[in-house]
């Protein structure tokens, strides 16, 4: 769970860098959509790098849908299928200290796989092309964010990335043994503060530029 | 003071349980949780019905029988305390008190707020023994243990088996009984010989229960009466990586 959620938030970090390239301009973010393709050449073939980055990301995936579906499982059947509301009382619904992201990580990880399939269709497969199709990916990066429910779905989404990753990142370094004192507690709480905001911010800047008319 | 509780009644694991008003007047703020309980009791029994089945023994916070949820808390709203050394001067006249069994599948009820925890007696018996000789009271000084190292291991022996972890915990986890179990001995040298096993087997049997898994939410900690850190749970993870990797 921890290992394959930290390489997919590495390579968030890689995607964010590569997204905010639009506000350099047509040229510089399609020459590097055709870049990623060349890499590696002539070492490997015409999207080889791509295609191992695409398996270690499915193998990412798998594993961290995988342990998520384990430890969903086995807690349901710890506590009845109720988890925190298997309590009769209605006094402390939210517990006493757990916070928001720490206990939408199961449905929060749901939306966010819907929302990547729907982000594939989108720019990857191009099954759907809201704005205008073309062949420069700037362009339907453009086309697509020019549209108010596609910058809605895509806030929506990385609201519920943010999240998951305020309690995620903690956790995963918790699980891997870095929680080493009550101060360390505090300062991975912030780390994955930090980590989920900027990625979050750095993500919903291409939109929102795009929306506002800062850029093209 | 005038106390309405609602009770978890429940005949035993096979029948189903619902919660029971009851009213308790006359109750001394100085009494604790369960003394206003032993009232309701001599009421109860006075009518000729049923009392409610709890557990206690030392009702001093130390032998960890006493476990009751209240209000929807392990322990009740108070930091740091077990259910026997909650007063009832931390409620108010006229409050409406909820209070409920732990629950966990691994936790069944026995009778109305009475569970089987006999589950975390064969998690510690998956711990094993230490090598360790018995007998005579060794020198003090035979083994040197850095005082840091035995302040931590106190802090973590201080854990009393209540279970108030799992019965916080999302997950149903008893992540924090065990990752207590496990640093106690694994920061003294009479630990180190079995450390390895002793994180494996103890890990592995608290799956086999049937607890949840670690999330690394915290409810736990902040139920515990002793005051257990989540940092054990990060340190229990270290001994199973590295007993994992030390594994032939
Ligand atoms: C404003 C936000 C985002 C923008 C503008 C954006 C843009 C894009 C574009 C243009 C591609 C196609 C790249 C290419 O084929 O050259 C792509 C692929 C992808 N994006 Fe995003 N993306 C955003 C957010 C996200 C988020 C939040 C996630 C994950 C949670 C994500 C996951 C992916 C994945 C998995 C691919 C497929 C990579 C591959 O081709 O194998 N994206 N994105
Ligand atoms: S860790 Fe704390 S809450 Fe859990 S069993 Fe030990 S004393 Fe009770
Ligand atoms: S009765 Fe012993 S800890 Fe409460």
Known sequence: MAISGLVLVGYLVAHMYGNLKVFAGQEAF??????????????????????????????????????????????????????????????????????????????????????????????????????????????RVVNGFEIWWVVLSYTIALLAVGFHLRHGVWAALASLGANTSQRRRRNLNILATLVALVIMVGFLLPPFGIFFGLVG | MNITLRVWRQQNA?????????????????????????????QLTLAGDDPIAFDSDCREGICGMCGLVINGLAHGPNELVTTCQLHMRSFSDGDVIDVEPWRAQPFSVIKDLVVDRSSFDRIIQAGGFISAPTGTAPDAHAAPVPKADADAAFDAATCIGCGACVAACPNGSASLFVAAKITHLGLLPQGQPERDSRALDMLAQHDEEGFGGCTQIGECTAACPKGIQLDLISRMQRDVLGALSHRR
């Open chain 2, 14 to 42: 096979d029948t189903p349980g619902a919660m029971q008003t009851y009213q308790v007047a006359d109750v001394s703020p100085d009494m604790s949780f369960l003394e206003m309980l032993d009232v309701l009791n001599e």
């Open chain 1, 30 to 139: 399609d020459e590097y959509a055709h870049h990623l393709r060349e890499l590696g050449e002539p070492m490997l073939p015409y999207e080889g790098a791509l295609w191992l980055i695409r398996i270690v990301l499915l193998a990412a995936i798998g594993v961290h849908i995988f342990s998520a579906v384990t430890l969903w499982r086995r807690s349901r059947a710890a506590t009845g299928g109720k988890g925190s509301q298997r309590y009769a009382s209605s006094k402390a619904p939210r517990g006493s200290q757990r916070s928001y992201a720490s206990f939408t990580m199961r449905w929060g990880g749901v939306v966010i796989i819907l929302f990547v399939i729907y982000h594939l269709m989108h720019f990857t497969w191009n099954t759907i092309a809201p704005g205008g199709a073309s062949d420069s990916p700037y362009e």
